[in-house]
Structures are given as C-alpha cells and as structure tokens.
Nanobody, 121 residues
Framework: QVHVVEFGVGFVQPEGSMRLSCTVSGADTEFRSYIMSWYRQAPGKQREWVAS?????????EYLESVKRRFTMARDNAKNTVTLQMNHVRFDDAGVYYC???????????WGQGTQVTVIS
C-alpha cells in the first residue's frame, strides 16, 4: 500500500520562510517515475494546484503564478522525497498543503493527509 506523508512546521510569519516535505513509501513503482505535486486548500475555498515536478531526463517543475519566484519544489529520488521551500510567505499562502504522487498516463494517484500552514503576524 502506497503512503504519502507530508511534514512541515505549522506556523510562519508574513515574509518568513518554511519548508514542507513529502515522502512516498510502499510503492512497487520507483519513486523517480511519479509526477509529484503540491496542492493547497484555504478555508472556504477549493483545493488549488501549487506546483508539480515532472520526472525524467528533462525534469521540469511548474508553479502556480502567484508562488513563482517565492516557492521552490525539489525532488530527491534517493530519499523518495520532495520538498516545497516557501519564501516570502503571504497571508494568502495559508491553508492545508497536500502532496500527490501520480503515474503519468495512468489513473494511479495517491494523496497525503495534508499539513496545515498558518500565517500569523
């Protein structure tokens, strides 16, 4: 059974920084094959996509426009982990952050339980 688990410190001040981590375990497929993504959901709002890392020789990472140049997603295939480095955090970055692993061209996808990010002044 595949497990996706997010980790991260819960509170951050505006313009502060924090790092979220996501680890995948229990998969038969190599971690390096998964597209890894971060999503977030603020209270009363729909879940929105934040960033995705597409694996392979031409590894690419895409970001939601509002987080470009502030957030950086990185992958460590040796540790089955992705991170989301969040800099210059804003109040509208608050919410529950979810990590998703999915295999391209399949319906196979796995979600973590989410980790809360609270922005407080």
């Amino acid at each position: 059974q595949v497990h996706v688990v997010e980790f991260g410190v819960g509170f951050v001040q505006p313009e502060g920084s924090m790092r979220l981590s996501c680890t995948v375990s229990g998969a038969d497929t190599e971690f390096r094959s998964y597209i890894m993504s971060w999503y977030r959901q603020a209270p009363g709002k729909q879940r929105e996509w934040v960033a995705s890392n597409h694996p392979g020789d031409g590894e690419t990472t895409e970001y939601l426009e509002s987080v470009k140049r502030r957030f950086t997603m990185a992958r460590d295939n040796a540790k089955n982990t992705v991170t989301l480095q969040m800099n210059h955090v804003r109040f509208d970055d608050a919410g529950v952050y979810y990590c998703k692993a999915n295999l391209p061209f399949t319906k196979e996808e796995y979600w973590g339980q989410g980790t809360q990010v609270t922005v407080i002044s």
